[in-house]
């Protein structure tokens, strides 16, 4: 009897415990609800943050977890980042300054543009990709391509391809790795320096010229700073990992008073020039150095953004002054694919599985380590891309976003957020700046070294011995050959801008995305492990990148037939737009025939 009186008691401790929170949480909704002056419902940001906090926090603790549950975590394993050390790649580090590395490696551009982009189609469809993509197709492919490749030796998932699915799979995913990445250059390259430009702009303000010669000279204090910080770690020795971090923050407070003082005016081109020579420095040089210091003090950076702008949504919880849902068709793009490849970072992007397999899975010091790194780092990603989403929705005008690049957007809105706080406006504005283009910046340093690595993987043989290898493939597998090569078609399609680039970058992102989830499917089914949840979000990415990828051609081939084209941008476009169908199809293909014929294998 007393067990039964025990059943019904917590019975009903949990029956009054729902009750008492779907009560203050719909409480909580209707004082935060408002009314616009025409007398309609409208809702407020604040909701919109806290649905997607305990959303992303949920999926984390429940799917996250049950994922690595099923495909099997050993933390007495040693990971490659031991068994293969060398102090250039593979290195042994702390699982902050891993997840440091990945989060501020995939949070570029990508979930600040996406939403604000995508914004035309209404929140709601945004929010809901945001949620879903995040939690079920991109955290899992993050997550999926670091357990995938922590497994397999640090191999990169070009690697991984070769062993589960053949040599010529391989080879067919490295060319178009590569192809992706001088995408990801070309169109973040020329963000960054649209953002750090402070002179010859026609018609810059003082203030706008300031802000972003300012945020300029803060980043390159970042690089030597991050050398500095690099070095007194490996001559220190392993540091408590709060004493870095209060190292990290005194460094950046110090650089942006520093930078602050001393600005660097510079047009356009000359940043262009001036990143693509710090990109050569990032992926030749050991990871110890420059990569992993730099990443962990912009993370502090990041995270004080996001937390500093969560904060403003708090205080001042504004009003979606964004259309709900605009339809399927807006201005002539139709909602399915667009805002499915619009929205590429922050919800599902494969340019996230080349840093969790080229540059993350080579660090990770303990296995128990990587559902945070994998899948917690995308988990926070997408919770900026709402954040981005709610700061347009704030400023948005006539139910749209307003004008402006979608930096410049997202920068004064959450500017405008630290204004509330008592924070000088020109403060607020100037570390916004260096914000924004720090998101790019990491990605760019992350990128240019998995390029260079995919050109030379393309090249590689049997061996990775330089010593047995002809001259031209010693030349063609040279790291500083490989850089130079990468670095020079980055620029060639530098010059087409990043509004021409954008939606060809994310729909072969998407496509890589989707190749990605295919191949793991594979390694998961032949090493026994549960793969069936990454069945949905293959099959839909595919149909969603493939639509886009013509659709791109079409337009391509209009611009070239009606002679408003040039080489240099639709022209360069076009082929690698070919390439990149042709390629997709090819290893889509090997991968899926590989899925559906594979017999169950050792790890």
């Given at each position: 009897?007393?067990?039964?009186?025990?059943?019904?008691?917590?019975?009903?401790?949990?029956?009054m415990g729902r009750r008492l929170f779907k009560f203050l949480f719909l409480s909580l909704c209707k004082y935060l609800r408002r009314e616009s002056p025409n007398g309609e419902k409208t809702m407020n940001g604040l909701v919109i943050v806290l649905i997607a906090i305990v959303v992303l926090g949920a999926g984390y603790l429940l799917y996250g977890r049950w994922l690595a549950s099923k495909w099997g975590l050993d933390p007495k394993a040693?990971?490659?980042?031991?068994?293969?050390?060398?102090?250039?790649?593979?290195?042994?580090?702390?699982?902050?300054?891993?997840?440091?590395?990945?989060?501020?490696?995939?949070a570029g551009a990508g979930p600040v543009t996406g939403p604000i982009?995508?914004?035309?189609?209404?929140?709601?469809?945004?929010?809901?990709?945001?949620?879903i993509g995040g939690l079920f197709f991109g955290a899992v492919q993050d997550f999926g391509a670091l357990y995938a490749s922590v497994k397999n030796e640090g191999k990169s998932m070009g690697m991984i391809i070769e062993k589960y699915i053949g040599r010529t799979g391989r080879k067919l995913f490295m060319l178009f790795c590569w192809l992706f990445t001088l995408l990801v250059m070309a169109a973040f390259t020329d963000m960054v320096a649209g953002t750090f430009v402070g002179k010859g702009v026609e018609g810059m303000t003082k203030a706008t010229g300031y802000a972003n010669s300012a945020a300029a000279s803060i980043s390159m204090l970042f690089i030597v700073v991050a050398i500095i910080f690099g070095l007194i770690q490996k001559k220190v020795g392993k540091m408590k990992e709060w004493v870095r971090a209060v190292v990290a923050i005194a460094l950046l407070v110090v650089m942006f008073i520093i930078g602050m003082k001393l600005p660097m005016y510079a047009t356009k081109s000359t940043w262009i020039y001036i990143v693509m020579a710090y990109l050569f420095l990032a992926s030749v040089m050991p990871m110890w150095l420059l990569m992993e210091p730099?990443?962990?003090?912009?993370?502090?950076?990041?995270?004080?953004?996001?937390?500093?702008?969560v904060v403003g949504v708090i205080a001042e919880h504004p009003t979606m002054k964004l259309n709900a849902f605009s339809g399927f068709n807006v201005d002539g793009s139709y909602?399915?694919?667009?805002?499915?490849?619009?929205?590429?970072?922050?919800?599902?992007?494969?340019f996230h599985s080349l840093v969790s397999s080229g540059t993350s899975s080579k660090t990770i010091s303990n296995e128990k380590d990587m559902p945070m790194v994998g899948y917690g780092a995308m988990v926070v990603e997408s919770l900026l891309g709402v954040i981005a989403l709610v700061v347009v929705g704030a400023v948005a005008v006539n139910g749209t976003k307003p004008e402006g690049t979608p930096f410049s957007i997202f920068s004064a809105g959450v500017a405008g957020f630290f204004e509330k706080f008592g924070i000088p406006v020109q403060v607020a504005t100037v570390f916004m700046t260096m914000c924004v283009s720090a998101l790019a910046l990491t990605s760019l340093d992350s990128v240019a070294r998995i390029?260079?690595?995919?050109?030379?993987?393309?090249?590689?043989?049997?061996?990775?011995?330089?010593?047995?290898?002809?001259?031209?493939?010693?030349?063609?597998?040279?790291?500083?050959f490989a850089t130079i090569i990468t670095l020079f078609f980055g620029y060639l399609l530098?010059?087409?801008?990043y509004n021409n680039i954008w939606p060809l970058f994310g729909s072969a992102n998407q496509l890589?995305?989707?190749?990605?989830?295919?191949?793991?499917?594979?390694?998961?089914?032949?090493?026994?492990?549960?793969?069936?949840?990454?069945?949905?979000?293959?099959?839909?990415?595919?149909?969603?990148?493939?639509?886009?990828?013509?659709q791109k051609t079409i337009a391509l081939v209009s611009n070239i037939s009606g002679g408003q084209a040039t080489f240099l941008v639709d022209g360069l476009q076009f082929i690698v737009a070919i390439l990149l169908m042709v390629l997709g199809v090819l290893v889509a293909f090997s991968c899926l025939k590989k899925l559906f014929t594979a017999k169950k294998q050792e790890a």
């Open positions: 009897l007393g067990d039964v009186y025990k059943r019904q008691f917590i019975y009903c401790n949990r029956y040693k990971t490659p980042a031991y068994t293969h050390e060398d102090g250039q790649d593979y290195v042994p580090s702390s699982k902050l300054t891993v997840f440091a590395h990945q989060f501020s490696s995939i982009l995508a914004s035309v189609f209404g929140w709601v469809p945004v929010l809901l990709w945001l949620l730099r990443d962990y003090m912009t993370t502090f950076m990041l995270l004080g953004m996001i937390i500093g702008a909602l399915f694919p667009t805002l499915f490849v619009t929205i590429a970072c922050g919800a599902v992007s494969g390029g260079r690595m995919s050109f030379q993987e393309l090249f590689y043989g049997d061996t990775t011995d330089t010593s047995k290898m002809p001259g031209w493939q010693k030349v063609l597998t040279n790291k500083y530098t010059l087409g801008g890589l995305a989707a190749l990605v989830l295919i191949a793991l499917a594979v390694f998961l089914k032949t090493t026994g492990r549960t793969g069936w949840t990454l069945y949905i979000p293959m099959f839909v990415m595919l149909a969603v990148t493939f639509t886009a990828l013509i």
